[in-house]
């Protein structure tokens, strides 16, 4: 079964969400996944260019050498879905 956008969406907001929470991840890395979040939330732009803008700072976020393999694994993830989006 095919996810539409809206659904994607709501399943990368809520792993941004968790990552912002896990404090076993460092403290810029949960920044990071907090403020794509809220970057995606924002309606002023069209999806693609949101998406594009968070897979951009989320590939800086996963190239972090101090990031546990299960973070960068979930960015890897999200990375993945963004992808996905189109307009």
Do not use: C, Y
Request: net charge negative; proline share 5%; no cysteine.
């Amino acid at each position: 079964m095919q996810m539409n956008n809206e659904e994607k969406l709501k399943m990368v907001i809520a792993a941004l969400e968790e990552m912002s929470e896990d404090t076993s991840v460092p403290r810029n890395i949960r920044k990071g996944a907090a403020e794509s979040k809220e970057r995606l939330l924002r309606t002023d732009e069209p999806l693609d260019v949101r998406a594009a803008s968070v897979v951009f700072r989320l590939d800086e976020m996963a190239n972090d050498p101090n990031i546990p393999m299960h973070g960068r694994t979930q960015i890897w993830n999200i990375m993945s879905t963004l992808e996905t989006l189109s307009n």
